[in-house]
């Protein structure tokens, strides 16, 4: 028998719109990745570079991927997202600071290892805090918030471009949204905790 509560009753919960958030905040900032090409190029270097950035941000989503999902079956779980939430400070902040092509390469790659928080560590938390009664439903709803912030993602980044011929602005906003977003995932592993606490 499948355990767990279903959508109508997930929605009752803080911990659906802590994931929420972090869903459409973790997916604003992935959809900034068709633009990193265009500020390397912008910032005076190659666009083969920019592909080679790129390719960093691949194979770090990558590792990032294993690792996260061996990571949160040993370690505390707040701990994990913790780390995975400072990959992603590092790696975007990185974009906005650094110059050399090899230090932006390695920037794209811990940036892209920071991507296992949207791609593994979100589906894991929606099933282990709502079960896996509604899960499919649950993930379907949360992930279809995120495809739209995505795309909204890749229009707001170009048009934030246009005005200020620079991508800094949206590049501060992916690290801002990144911490927020780590904060709302650990708040819903926290509330998780307090309920089943509550409940024995």
């Known amino acids: 028998e499948e355990t ?4 109508k009753e997930a929605t009752k919960t803080p911990m659906f719109y802590l994931i929420a958030f972090s869903m459409i905040a973790l997916q604003f900032i992935a959809g900034f990745v068709q633009h990193i090409s265009g500020h390397i190029v912008n910032s005076g270097l190659s666009l083969t570079t920019g592909a080679s950035v790129v390719s960093g941000v691949m194979m770090g989503a990558a590792v990032g991927k294993i690792l996260i999902g061996y990571l949160l079956d040993k370690f505390n779980n707040s701990f994990v997202v913790g780390l995975y939430t400072v990959f992603g400070i590092l790696g975007w902040s990185g974009l906005i600071v650094l110059k050399s092509p090899m230090m932006l390469v390695s920037s794209g790659f811990i940036l892209g290892l920071g991507q296992g928080l949207l791609l593994v560590a979100l589906p894991y ?50 690290v801002i949204l990144y911490i927020l977003a780590g904060i709302a995932v650990v708040m819903s592993i926290r509330y998780t905790h307090k309920l089943l606490v509550s409940k024995v």
């Open 125 to 174: 938390f929606i099933r282990r805090e709502f079960g896996s009664k509604d899960y499919s439903n649950i993930l379907s709803i949360i992930s279809m918030l995120g495809s739209v912030s995505s795309a909204a993602a890749v229009s707001l980044d170009g048009v934030m471009f246009d005005i200020q011929h620079s991508y800094t602005m949206p590049l501060t906003l992916n």
């Open 4 to 7: 767990g509560i279903t959508l």
